[in-house]
């Protein structure tokens, strides 16, 4: 069974950089779109990134929400089974717990989450 978990999280102030981290145990992430989420307390959780399959037509694209093209960058090391976020500019909205997620036949895969904190 596919087990995630997300590490990098951690307090930042306003314009600092996190990358965050999703390493996966039990499937190749490379098979998979693997997608980054948050969600920020008393709101709902909303797409951040995501990252095709590197077997895909499209090959390993990314696509982004509006609130952090240009600021986050999503990408994946195959050898370290490890799909990473890298946050930069971070602002005090970015604050949020961010959960990888894996969607497969088999089952819609998250891991725990990492907390997010921007102070201004």
């Known amino acids: 069974q596919l087990q995630l978990v997300e590490s990098g999280g951690g307090l930042v102030q306003s314009g600092g950089s996190l990358r965050l981290s999703c390493a996966a145990s039990g499937y190749t992430l490379d098979y998979y779109d693997v997608a980054w989420f948050r969600q920020a307390p008393g709101k709902e959780r909303e797409g951040v990134s995501c990252?095709?399959?590197?077997?895909?037509?499209?090959?390993?694209?990314?696509n982004y929400a509006d609130s952090v093209r240009g600021r986050f960058t999503i990408s994946r090391d195959g050898a370290k089974n490890t799909v990473y976020l890298q946050m930069n500019s971070l602002k005090p909205e970015d604050t949020a717990v961010y959960y990888c997620n894996v969607r497969s036949a088999s089952g819609d895969y998250w891991g725990q989450g990492t907390q997010v904190t921007v102070s201004s």
């Open positions: 990252i095709s399959s590197s077997g895909s037509s499209s090959g390993g694209s990314a």
